[in-house]
């Protein structure tokens, strides 16, 4: 098995992403072939207080905002929104979700490419909404957040209706104890042995690597090509 560092030379998507932009590379190169029509994004909903996935269908469209630590059942969109989908499709999700979305996929002969990435244990939405308690704003007054990107390793950015953006660096307090406390982790997380998903076509994640650590504040990407 072989690993690669690398990252997006669209400098754009690179500082964006959650580290590096393979996975925006790829998806908008997939996009780009008769292959596949149709691709997944994600975009933050501040009438629901949380991220939404969305189909797509070039890249243009594609939303670029880092990780989404926040559990999302991708199958289950996948599912109700088959008859959508042209041609084949570009998906990215959880180690858990490749098998599923592989079988559904190929089981109503839709062309697939999976990117799966390394994780570390999903948290519910409410968990995002328990941490704006602790920081003492409402959701109400959420326009827009990122729990990564716009530089690595970044950390969540929170937009409010006032204008004011709050900072706070990637797995500080009081994320860190949200995430750890395991009290808004579902609960197949608990039982959960993937921390990546060799059955994807490609498997993304951060070099945490010391010579990144301390050079790197634009991202890189950790990849293995599976197929």
Known sequence: MEY??????????????????????????LLSLPEYGTGITFVFDSLQYKYLPR???????????????QDINIYKFIKDNLSLIKGGIVVSCPPC???????????????????????????????????????????????NMQYRGNGWPSGIQIWLKDGTKIYRDNYTEPWSTIHRSCLYKPKRCLYCKFDTSYK???????PWLNNYIEKDSIGNTLFIVNT
């Open 4 to 29: 690669y560092i690398g990252h997006s030379l669209n400098s754009e998507d690179r500082y964006k992403a959650s580290s590096g932009g393979i996975g925006t590379a790829l998806t908008r190169f």
């Open 55 to 69: 189909l797509i269908y070039s890249a243009d469209e594609l939303n670029v905002c880092g990780s989404v630590y």
């Open 97 to 143: 979700q490749v098998s599923p979305i592989r079988n559904i996929l190929n089981h109503n002969n839709i062309n697939n490419f999976i990117i799966s990435f390394c994780c570390s244990g999903q948290t519910t939405v409410e968990g995002t909404w328990c941490y704006y308690r602790f920081l003492g704003i409402k959701k109400e007054n959420v326009v």
């Open 200 to 206: 994807s076509d490609v498997s993304l994640a951060d």
